[in-house]
């Protein structure tokens, strides 16, 4: 698991911001707001289709959640706290660890939408990219896992339903991110800011995520991922991410 | 692909390659105009036509938050928030998201079923709807009104309404209406509580997104309690809705909850003096403030709250200069302070330190909630008491027919009650389930309603809005299996039973009975739409999924701090060693069992899923020779359960806390195979003054199995090929 708290506090005063300019989509997480309800996770499974697997492989560490809320314990009862929520998925690197290990070419590198996609046709399975994900937010098919009927009726028919031996991970939702492009160039416009929503950032109670374009320097999730209280995940690794976290805690007003 | 195309046609064309056009020819009519795409254009790129969003209300707790749900070809895809509802402004919690794992369970009633007897497993549908609607006619008409009971859940409110009115045409006792959250939130001692301070027992919102310094004792509000997401919202607000302050949390319980890890002091006390902290600490503020502690203060003993709450003194006046320095104070009373045999004093006490902050009425204070704009009274759900006294008339046989919709009374209700032993006393019983749940299996008749997805209806808000509004439910899709609306149901068994009955309730059916219901809103004053006839008005109704004013309408409450609070001492049921702090499972809720998404979903602060734990402080664990996982048995007086230790960092060393939500016998595959344990098996039948249950009164004790059962977890553990547990 990553040390990343940690570095939220490290980075209090350092400037990560010059490399959350870079690529196309981003998300920023605001852990101040972040209650670890775990909304998001279920919006994620119902969006995405993704498996249950049930409790012995839940056991075994086989959990397909392209989110996760992680936590870490500091200290001893009675001064015993609990860092902040941190949701974890996909960073959608823009130098990932995961692609150049494939021997298949299914982790590969979106020269249009500059995201990290997984082409499950050609994935044989090797999980070789969830060995080299530092974020360990790749998830492999280790069954066919049974949906009885009619539970089958809420698939979503806009993403592929995944079978054994495929390793799947976030997309950004990245059927959204079409369907939004598609919007917008159907009505001769560009995509709006806040158009292109995914999945957990809509259900977010607490408007903890943001969404959009990162390039974009007039949208909010770009001005957010300049907020002095942002870092991003085992940067040191130069992954290059595109999700920002913004440390939770601090005097609000006081810009820090 | 019009045609299909052969794996035999495809090796063919494969084959042939650039230059084998002429080749080509010698195929079929079919293969030659195929078009091959490469998988590599993934659903995900395509474009699937056009779906359709239908407006509703969730089902999954009373809150009344409204969804929008995704549709395609007749299936609901993905359930979204309503953005215009202002209980949840577009939001969802994980309940709301997982509904449809609820609606396509494969669990569900199919059809009526007669049971072959109460007890019965096998639910298959071997009745039909007119017989059915016999049934009901007979059961409403061939016994005195007396010996006919209604037992609801909080949801949904139409049904209640109908209910409510077709009972008091039969002269029949008005119906209760309970579910295992109402418990939980001890909803009758927080009426009394506000009645007491306040004057009325209405249901109170608390302005969290303005309050600059909250004490939350014990108030689940990011989790379950009353309107988790609007009270998400009223969170997020408080810490960054405004640039210049971020409003500070203090959280008062026993262990550290979902929501006391968002909070920025977590005090660990001993639950069931939560009432005797606040007097003191509003004996120190007004003291402060007043110079002299204020008449409703004056019985505080700052020295003795300190003592049996295990707060150090130091604490008290920190938390008293905290209070007194901000300008905008809040004090929140939450179910564990008033499931206690103090309760009532409890909650007295924490909402009069609102008096004193000043905040009635005001940005970050308490509001009474606007009244609802169908009948303005709040139908608060059934206490202890008044569900003892139906157990009661059920036991001694004097009810006959018992009716049971929204509810799983079996397993919400907690076993020292005795509810289900009562059940078999009740010659009639006729469960509205959708579900196979335990109190379907110990019913008679098992009438199938449609799961909220399927249903028309409307609910009253609890609290989370400002404006007086009614939340409108609609199908989004047609009912999967042969189910009918309980509305439907009883309305047809009324036209049936003809007479003065069919004359006082001449709704045909479901839809009609809320269109009549709704006709006082056509022209009311302030509405955000309006119309001159019913079609119209009920168009936009399921249009914008419900009705609400344009303007707030937030009573504010008045106080006085001349009467002196008196805070017993909490007493405890049992003598063991650990004080047994229940509480709801933040993800699961009341009825989330069933749902496998639900199940999967880690607990928050535990990351456990599909199983029941018990916390304990790993200092209290090492001296009792516990590690993770081994299998404890809790004993209080009134049961015993066995459960899987999980050591906890943040508990007490003396209390032990359970999640409710597990432990199910029935209710489908994916609630029996959550293996859990449900804590409620512990609770005795002890009330507080307010006749809500002193769940949270109970001391038990723990004895070692020597047996193991792993918890799964999402959290890393050493060696999960074969079991070890993380070197210490």
Known sequence: MSHAHEHAHEHQDATPKALSATGKWGMVIDQDLCTGCQACVAACAMENNLSFIGEDDVAYGRSMQWIRIERYWQGEYPKVSMTDYQPMMCQQCGNAPCEPVCPVYASVHSASEDLNVQVYNRCIGTRYCANNCPYQVREFNWRDWPLPEPMSNRLNPDVTVRQRGVMEKCTFCIQRIHTGENTAAAANRDVLDGEVVPACAQACPANAITFGRIDDPTTQVAQLAQDSRGYHQLEEMNTLPRVTYLKGGSKHGSNG | ?728
């Open chain 2, 1 to 728: 692909m019009s045609e299909k195309i052969s794996r035999r046609d495809f090796l063919k064309i494969a084959g042939t390659g650039a230059a084998a056009a002429t080749v080509l020819t010698g195929c079929g009519p079919a293969s030659r105009y195929v078009t091959r795409e490469p998988y590599a254009k993934m659903p995900e790129y395509t474009m699937n036509g056009q779906s359709t969003y239908y407006a509703t209300t969730c089902r999954e707790c009373a809150a009344g938050c409204g969804l929008v749900v995704r549709t395609m070809q007749g299936r609901a895809l993905k359930t979204e928030g309503n953005k215009y509802n202002p209980v949840n402004l577009g939001k969802t919690c994980a309940r709301g998201q997982a509904t449809l794992d609820g609606l396509y369970n494969p669990d569900r009633v199919t059809g009526p079923v007669k049971k072959s007897g109460k007890g019965s497993q096998d639910f298959t549908a071997n009745a039909t709807w007119d017989a059915a609607v016999q049934v009901v006619t007979d059961a409403l008409t061939k016994n005195k009104p007396a010996e006919v009971a209604f037992l609801l859940g909080l949801a949904p409110d139409h049904l209640f309404d109908l209910v409510s009115d077709l009972c008091t045409a039969l002269g029949a006792p008005a119906p209760l209406r309970y579910g295992a959250l109402s418990l939980f939130e001890a909803r009758a001692t927080l009426g009394e509580a506000a009645r007491a301070v306040f004057g009325k027992p209405d249901l109170l919102f608390f302005d969290l997104a303005g309050a600059d310094v909250t004490f939350s004792f014990g108030a689940n509000f990011l989790e379950t309690w009353i309107s988790p997401v609007a009270y998400t919202r009223g969170f997020a607000n408080m810490r960054r809705g405004n640039p210049n302050k971020r409003g500070y949390l203090v959280q008062f319980e026993p262990r550290m909850s979902q929501t006391a890890a968002k909070a920025d002091e977590w005090i660990p006390i001993v639950p069931g003096t939560e009432g005797m902290v606040a007097a003191a600490l509003g004996s120190l503020i007004s003291e402060a403030k007043f110079g002299v502690a204020s008449a409703a203060f004056s019985n505080a003993n700052v020295a003795k709250a300190s003592q049996l709450s295990g707060v150090p003194l130091a604490t008290f006046d920190h938390l008293a200069k905290l209070f007194l320095g901000a300008a905008h104070a809040l004090a929140i009373p939450g179910g564990a302070a008033l499931g206690q045999t103090n309760g009532l004093e409890n909650g007295k006490a924490i909402l009069t330190l609102n008096a004193l902050a000043g905040n009635l009425g005001q940005p970050g204070g308490v509001f009474f909630t606007p009244a609802s704009p169908l009948g303005d009274e709040y139908h608060r759900p059934a206490n202890a008491k008044e569900l003892g006294d139906l157990i009661g008339q059920m036991k001694s046989g004097s009810i006959k027919v018992l009716f049971i919709h929204g509810v799983n009374p079996v397993f919400e209700i907690p076993q020292a009650l005795g509810f289900a032993p009562a059940l078999s006393k009740v010659p009639t019983v006729i469960s509205f389930s959708s579900f196979q749940d335990e109190t379907a299996v110990l019913s008679d008749y098992v009438f199938p309603d449609h799961t909220g997805l399927e249903s028309f209806g409307y609910q009253r808000v609890p609290t989370g809005s400002g404006q007086s509004m009614l939340s409108g439910a609609q199908p989004v899709v047609a009912p999967v299996f042969d189910t009918k609306a309980t509305a439907d149901v009883l309305l047809a068994a009324v036209a049936k039973a003809g007479g003065s009955l069919a004359s006082t309730l001449p709704s045909k059916h479901e839809v009609e009975y809320i269109q009549n219901k709704l006709g006082s809103l056509l022209t009311a004053k302030d509405g955000f739409y309006a119309a001159s006839e019913i079609e119209s008005f009920w168009v936009q109704f399921q249009q914008f999924g419900g009705w609400w004013k344009n303007t707030p309408e937030l009573g504010t409450p008045t106080a006085s701090l001349d009467t002196p609070l008196t805070v017993s001492q909490p007493e405890y049921a049992g003598d063991g060693d650990f004080y047994l702090f229940p509480f709801v499972s933040p993800v699961l809720g009341e009825a989330g069992a069933n749902k496998p998404w639900l199940q999967e979903i880690p607990d928050p602060t535990t990351t456990v899923t599909w199983s029941t734990w018990v916390e304990i402080n790993p200092k209290t664990a090492d001296a009792l020779g516990l590690d993770n996982d081994d299998v404890v048995l809790i004993t209080s007086p009134a049961g015993s359960v066995e459960v899987s230790v999980y050591k906890y960092p943040a508990i007490r060393p003396d209390t032990i806390a359970i999640p409710f939500g597990r432990g199910h016998t029935a209710y489908g595959r994916y609630a029996v195979q959550g293996q859990g344990v449900n804590p409620a098996d512990l609770f005795n039948s002890q009330v507080n003054p307010a006749g809500d249950l002193a769940f949270g009164a109970m001391k038990v004790t723990i004895t070692k199995t020597g047996k193991q059962r792993q918890l799964a977890r999402l959290e890393g553990i050493l060696g999960v090929y074969g079991y070890a547990t993380p070197a210490k």
